[in-house]
């Protein structure tokens, strides 16, 4: 997130939705938030070599994705994708973080979270089509259109619901967890009907408070179902 407001600072002054960030705002100095990325980043490879050999080994490539993600914007309208992907290999680097291996079941997952971001993701960027399009920025909404955007949305979201299934179905989940995925595919459902091409007014709603619920539900299910086999 350091990087992701480094990198935009320049953008996020000019956009008005975003100008009163730290950085923008002059809360925060360059430098000052320079110095917490560094250190973020030298902590976070400590903590994977501390795991296991595997997770340090691959510790590079998970940070690389995270930080290409916040240029991703500036030639590719799948950059939601890209952070889908950022933060789908999670699960994944818990997995390795905690067994010191990498299976093919928590593939499902990082899928699962991969279009679950991506989703959520377009849902928000609907509020910047028309200054991502003045300003030579790429997302879905500014190459497709609001409504078709969000038919990618809605898409994403019931490839999430998909692949959630497919998940437990891999590590053979109690019935918990399918309730965890039901729970969170009303959820989803409900959050894509907050939003209309021509009606953004609960888009904060979409994006923040209901994914908040949904990670949340869904950890509190798969939690239980492990505690109750």
Not at 54 to 76: C, D, E, I, M, N
Not at 93 to 101: D, L, N, P, Q, S
Not at 126 to 150: C, I, M, N, V, Y
């Amino acid at each position: 997130m350091a990087y992701n407001r480094i990198a935009d600072r320049d953008i996020d002054a000019l956009n008005p939705r975003t100008k009163t960030r730290a950085i923008p705002a002059g809360l925060l100095a360059l430098k000052q938030v320079n110095l917490f990325f560094f250190g973020s980043c030298l902590l976070f490879f400590v903590a994977a070599f501390m795991l296991n050999p595997l997770a340090f080994a691959l510790s590079p490539v998970a940070l690389g994705v995270t930080l290409f993600y916040s240029r991703t914007k500036r030639f590719t309208p799948l950059c939601h994708f890209v952070l889908g992907l950022s933060l789908g290999i999670a699960p994944a680097a818990a997995w390795i973080g905690t067994t010191g291996r990498l299976d093919l079941a928590i593939g499902a997952i990082t899928f699962a979270v991969l279009f679950w971001t991506a989703g959520f993701d377009i849902i928000y960027s609907l509020q910047d089509e028309e200054f991502d399009r003045s300003h030579g920025l790429r997302s879905l909404p500014e190459t497709f259109g609001k409504a078709r955007a969000l038919l990618v949305s809605r898409l994403s979201h019931s490839l999430a619901v998909f692949f959630l299934g497919l998940g437990g179905w891999m590590v053979h989940a109690g019935p918990l967890w399918w309730v965890g995925v039901l729970f969170a595919a009303c959820l989803l459902t409900y959050e894509q009907s907050l939003v209309r091409p021509d009606d953004l007014s609960r888009v904060n709603m979409a994006f923040f408070t209901l994914n908040g619920f949904v990670s949340l539900g869904m950890f509190g299910f798969a939690l239980a179902d492990q505690l109750v086999r």
